[in-house]
């Protein structure tokens, strides 16, 4: 079975940093992804994970330690569009979403 | 370039209705999946496709039952639709070929269902 945690909520001040954290139990594991989700949209690709170590792209940043069954997304200089919610999601055979992080951003 | 589209994206019936959700993607993925999402529970896997005439279920597959005749189309239909069923459905498709971020899916807009 799969069991992916992540926190609920998170608010943070605009040009913040906010770190949302994933952990995971899973059968199987062939990588992690992160989507971000607009509030009625549909979720977008945002980074993926297969190896230890932290992987960038422009402001944001995404950990894996696989050992450790954890991972975490970093959100730099964040923007009132960064408010979303953000989908931790783990690869076996298929993809298995943890129940999202909704991040408010405050001007 | 089209990519993945739904339809409806908005539905509302009656409990005891049928009800089919379409989704077509242009890409020619090879695999294509049905979520649901509720709050609190975020996406959940109903069916899976990996290919034309090739489907599985997923985590909750009870009530709804999937076909694909064509790569390019994968229908939801809600047999009998119960007012447990009202949620957003995200069809989704990716080109998996177990290889790395190729596991990426890609969603369509989804259909908001609401069963009475």
């Known amino acids: 079975g799969q069991n992916i945690d992540q926190p609920t909520e998170m608010t943070a001040t605009e040009g913040a940093i906010v770190q949302i954290n994933c952990t995971y139990q899973?059968?199987?594991?062939?990588?992690l992804f992160w989507y971000q989700q607009h509030a009625g949209e549909a979720p977008t690709f945002l980074s993926y994970?297969?190896?230890?170590g932290l992987e960038e792209k422009g402001r944001f940043s995404s950990f894996l330690s696989r050992s450790k069954g954890y991972s975490y997304l970093l959100l730099k200089e964040l923007q009132m569009k960064d408010s979303a919610s953000y989908l931790c999601?783990?690869?076996?055979?298929?993809?298995?979403f943890g129940a999202g992080t909704t991040v408010t951003v405050r001007a | 370039d089209a990519g993945i589209t739904q339809s409806p994206r908005y539905k509302i019936t009656e409990t005891g209705r049928q009800v089919t959700l379409m989704c077509h993607q242009t890409?020619?993925?090879?695999?294509m999946f049905w979520y649901r999402q509720d709050l609190g529970h975020g996406l959940r896997l109903i069916y899976y496709?990996?290919?034309?005439?090739?489907?599985d279920k997923g985590e909750v597959p009870d009530g709804y039952v999937v076909s694909r005749s064509k790569t390019e189309n994968f229908p939801l239909t809600l047999e009998s639709a119960t007012r447990s069923q009202t949620s957003v459905y995200f069809c989704?498709?990716?080109?998996?070929?177990?290889?790395?971020?190729?596991?990426?899916?890609?969603f369509g807009p989804g259909t908001r269902l609401t069963v009475t």
């Open positions: 496709s990996a290919a034309a005439d090739i489907t």
């Open positions: 989704a498709s990716s080109d998996t070929s177990g290889l790395g971020s190729s596991y990426e899916q890609y």
């Open positions: 890409w020619s993925h090879s695999y």
């Open positions: 899973t059968s199987g594991f062939n990588g």
């Open positions: 994970n297969v190896l230890d």
């Open positions: 999601a783990v690869v076996d055979y298929k993809l298995s």
